[in-house]
């Protein structure tokens, strides 16, 4: 059942997925009717959190049991709940740990704090709330009070406001570390947490500074993607667009650290996130470096430049593109307010990168392209642009294969669309799990769930069959 809002975009971004979740390929197939019940299923799922928490073991440093153990100890020393951990069966070093709610029976506080969307969803996967996201807080509020946390979804409330009466969604209960006067002193080196969770809507363990070196906390699709590289010891990998640096550390930890990983961003700050990420997980194959990846192909044919971009043709075994995009299948979102104009403006960018990672892939080598949205534009009409544009490509079956199949309305054939991987929110309806449920249900049942119900991606793997020098 739904406890908030579908997701506020506007009219014209609803408009515009709408017409690609109602293609005439698509009305043609499942009739209006279902159709339209798919994309309001989108809508809806789209603001409330994926069914599980999912974190990949840094195998590097220890075996998927003993984290599992570990990890399950921890889990005892939240709220009281005995949380199981799943292993998932085919992707042996992820594991999967299950959101109870929504909980409907929380009694609101008359102390109230707000925060930005951004950290409202965050609340909702299991974080405490920060200083930095706190938008307003009650006139009287002390440290240590009991407070109702509310996420202002639509951006109205000013900062430092006492009171706020717009829009906003309860994301549950939880005690200040901090007095409403010492969160707006103005103070920029107070960054810590401003409210600590005690009864959230939605009930996952924060996995703040848990097993750090063990655990890296990644959507499900994330941790499929480099499964799907299958980067192998010795191989020069690319990662074209690699912050902050999970699905680069999850490339080097599958080659054993055997090999070379370069990681691209053109953000500095983020550049220093993905360093940090190898140093703490303990693994020496990755060299990451602030570069533009759309200007990683070196034109002239002079000697290589030290291992540094630009890279020379055909230099790598494997890349992957985890390309910018929409982010449209980031859950959960309960608002966004980008123009039809931003949402479109990532297609070009992404075929600037594609036809980058083609040039520098080397002959029978793999190129992974994926995207965490769900629009058509950046997914399978991406896909249908390659293979035209690119007739030494070919696309591959895809190992393991978790997610469905690609979205009809691009053109692509049946045998195409069962090579993708599309992860639909729209999949599944929403249900309420509570503990008994969970402890009902069987392993496959749950795996089947994880499956279903996580963020919307997209994943499509292809071989370059000749060199295009």
């Known amino acids: 059942m739904s406890v908030f809002p579908k997701i506020s975009l506007r009219l014209e971004v609803e408009n515009y997925l709408k017409a690609g979740f109602m293609n005439k390929e698509i009305l043609s197939a499942l009739g209006k009717q279902e159709a339209e019940r798919r994309f309001e299923t989108l809508l809806h799922n789209l603001s409330h959190p994926p069914s599980f928490t999912t ?45 109870i709610g929504p909980r409907k029976n929380i009694k609101q506080q008359p102390c109230e704090v707000i925060v930005g969307a951004q950290c409202g969803s965050a609340v909702l996967r299991g974080a405490h709330v920060y200083v930095p996201g706190i938008v307003s807080a009650s006139k009287f509020m002390k440290g240590g009070d009991d407070v109702s946390v509310y996420s202002d979804i639509k951006g109205k409330c000013k900062k430092g406001a006492k009171e706020f009466d717009g829009t906003k969604i309860f994301l549950g209960n939880g005690i200040s570390e901090l007095s409403r006067k010492e969160i707006f002193s103005g103070l920029p080196e107070l960054k810590g947490v401003g409210v600590r969770m005690t009864e959230p809507v939605y009930l996952s363990p924060s996995f703040d500074n848990v097993l750090p070196s063990y655990l890296f906390l990644q959507n499900l699709p994330s941790a499929v993607v480099s499964h799907v590289l299958d980067p192998q ?12 640096g999970g699905k680069t550390t999850h490339i080097a930890a599958l080659m054993h650290d055997q090999g070379e990983v370069i990681a691209l961003d053109k953000i500095s700050k983020k550049v220093e996130k993905i360093k940090q990420n190898a140093l703490l997980l303990g693994l ?19 000697k290589d430049t030290d291992g540094e971009p630009p890279f020379l043709p055909e230099s790598f075994d494997r890349i992957l593109l985890d390309a910018p995009c929409s982010g449209m299948g980031q859950r959960p979102n309960m608002a966004c307010t980008w123009t039809l104009k931003e949402v479109m403006s990532y297609q070009p960018l992404q075929r600037k990168l594609f036809t980058v990672a083609v ?15 769900v629009t058509l534009a950046e997914n399978e009409e991406q896909v249908a642009w390659a293979l035209e544009a690119f007739p030494g490509l070919q696309l591959q079956h895809q190992d393991p294969q978790v997610g469905g199949e690609g979205m009809l309305g691009a053109g692509l054939s049946p045998e195409q669309l069962k090579r993708l991987q599309r992860f639909d929110p729209s999949a599944m309806r929403s249900l309420d799990r509570d503990i008994g449920s969970l402890r009902d249900a069987s392993i496959e049942d749950l795996v089947w769930l994880a499956n279903k119900d996580c963020i919307g991606f997209f994943i499509a793997r292809f071989v370059k069959c000749k060199s295009t020098q």
């Open 55 to 99: 974190v990949r073991v840094n195998t590097h440093l220890a075996s998927v049991q003993h984290v599992k153990n570990l990890l399950f100890d921890e889990l005892q020393k939240f709220n009281g709940l005995s949380f199981p951990v799943l292993q998932h069966p085919d992707l042996q070093d992820v594991l999967l740990i299950p959101v």
């Open 233 to 244: 010891p010795g191989e020069k990998i690319l990662d074209l667009c690699a912050a902050p």
């Open 284 to 302: 020496n194959s990755i060299r990451a470096f602030c570069f533009d990846g759309t200007k990683a192909l070196k034109l002239d044919m002079v």
């Open 359 to 373: 040039e520098l892939l080397k002959p029978g080598g793999v190129l992974v392209y994926s995207t965490c949205t």
